[in-house]
């Protein structure tokens, strides 16, 4: 009796099935669906598959099942709505100091995301990190994709960086920090460093790096015997952070932005999805509320 073709439980096709050759199912892995609809990142997601907390079809999905866009999905036993996923908001954020960049911190620190916009569906994910005593531009998405390419150490994205140096910083220095020093991680260098003003001991220099390794800017500087009073990001990419949005407050970012963004992950653009007349009003409020307060913090009569 001959050996009927069949699929194996994670929905790839069977060896036998490839032999006889019988096409695989077209569609997405389904780590890589979820993480696009914005529920964290495709290892993450990857996670709940192998805990059990996503069906497809009333079925528990198994790690490596694809997924169509007629396939009905959950997570924890409620739908989901891909057709989300077509469609993306984008947001950019000045980050305070004093904030970390995780969800949620065992210490009890603020987080950047408890200031963002809720949504309804999704959730926000964060195009890199800024470290606890950092401040400056951080940008978010519903579009995992987008968020991987970005971080991915091959797009090699300028960011710059506004940082304040304490002790004698002497050209040499620069030079090297230019040419590349040996961190404990490995090689790094500034593409570019500018003088911005200052003069003693405290000077301010911009810099740009074209990768995001964990406290990067400030272990080059200290390479140089020299510290790091204070820093701040003032762009990634094409995205420079605008004058009026202060530190703890957020954008929604055009479609000219978000374009760009795609634009440097290598990725055709989505259709924008704009914010709700509440958010959109919330929003414009931080920056009125900003503009009518007078230096003592108070706001004017």
Known sequence: MANKSRRGSTGTPSRLSQQAGVKPVHGEKLQKVLARVGLGSRREMERWIEDGRVSVNGKVAG??????GHDKLAVDGRPLATEGSLHVRCILYHKPPGEVCTRDDPEGRRTVFQRLPRLKTGRWISIGRLDYNTS???LFTTDGDVANALMHPSSAIE?????????????????????????EDGPARFTDIQEGGGDGINRWFYVVLMEGRNREVRRLWESQGLTVSRLKRV??????IPPKVKQGQWLEMDRAEVISLYRMAGLPPKNLKTGTTRERLAMERQFVTRRGRGA???RKR
């Open 63 to 68: 790690l490596g099942d694809r997924v169509g």
């Open 136 to 138: 400056g531009l951080l």
């Open 159 to 183: 960011r710059e960086y506004m940082v304040r140096v304490m002790g004698n910083v002497q050209d040499a220095m620069l030079q090297r920090l230019l040419d590349g020093v040996m961190l």
């Open 235 to 240: 762009r990634f990419g094409d995205i420079f």
């Open 296 to 298: 003592t913090g108070k």
